[in-house]
């Protein structure tokens, strides 16, 4: 179990480049009364969208570390991604070594543990049967560029209240999601996602943030869940976003490895 978690974080931080923006406009369902409420959390959901961050290419480095009943394990390493080719390459060093390739294509994963001198190749879906939750590629863009989860979204529950200068965007209930967002500017800083992930609760924060053109993605997230058997911090760093020198998500299965499954 201690390694599959390690994988699993490895995979989101792996996602956490892909740029597709939802061209989704939220409207009221004819079900729904048209409340100011109402109208205002609609308002604030496609101001939001509006203010998505995007990207041809991206190219980072990145630092995980997570606490589960096991321990502490961490790692380090970069991140590419390539829109045109809808791919996200992910290399992971622990303590120095190059330990694992992970490419995500066409909603396929590809694994090279070279230490083991293994690969795995295996439909991102395989993840659900493992963790119980449906890794996608839309819902983790959308947690890991500080984005609501559309795919969580409910429209005929979508309420917006305030708070002491913070704005609580109420999206849906079940699973009870709801996002955070200072008045003073448009950026989701916390989501909460409750009754999801086999009943533990997780919380989503964004302590800090990366600025480009006008638009902002987190430089750190901040993962947790309610029974305090896992947690988990992402760091990214040094971006280049849409360099003129490109990015490189090409990776090859040595001749000499031999497949394996989860």
């Known amino acids: 179990m201690k390694n599959r978690l390690f994988l699993l974080i490895l995979v989101i931080i792996s996602l956490a480049a892909v740029s597709c923006k939802h061209t989704n406009q939220v409207t009221i369902s004819p079900e729904v009364p048209p409340t100011t409420k109402t109208n205002s959390a609609v308002e604030m959901f496609n101001s939001l969208l509006d203010n998505e961050f995007t990207c041809n290419t991206l190219k980072c480095k990145f630092s995980a570390a997570f606490t589960s009943i096991n321990g502490i394990q961490g790692a380090k390493g970069t991140l590419q991604y390539d829109s045109e080719r809808q791919s996200i390459l992910l290399n992971a060093t622990v303590f120095g070594i190059n330990v694992l390739s992970v490419l995500v294509y066409n909603d396929s994963l590809l694994i090279i543990n070279k230490l083991s001198k293994t690969y795995i190749n295996e439909p991102l879906d395989v993840l659900y049967s493992l963790y119980g939750i449906r890794i996608n590629e839309p819902t983790v863009e959308d947690l890991l560029f500080g984005r609501v989860l559309y795919d969580y979204c409910n429209k005929r529950h979508m309420t917006l209240s305030l708070d002491n200068n913070m704005y609580n965007l109420h999206l849906g209930n079940y699973p009870d999601y709801n996002v955070f967002i200072p008045k003073q500017n448009l950026r989701i800083i916390k989501s909460e996602l409750n009754a ?13 943030i990366y600025t480009d053109n006008g638009k902002s993605l987190p430089s750190q997230i901040d993962f947790s869940f309610n029974d305090d058997e896992f947690s988990c911090t992402v760091n990214l760093s040094q971006f280049e976003i849409d360099s003129e020198r490109g990015v490189n998500v090409n990776v090859k299965i040595p001749s000499n490895y031999e497949k394996a499954r989860f």
């Open 196 to 208: 999801v992930f086999k009943g533990k609760d997780v919380l989503i924060s964004y302590p800090a």
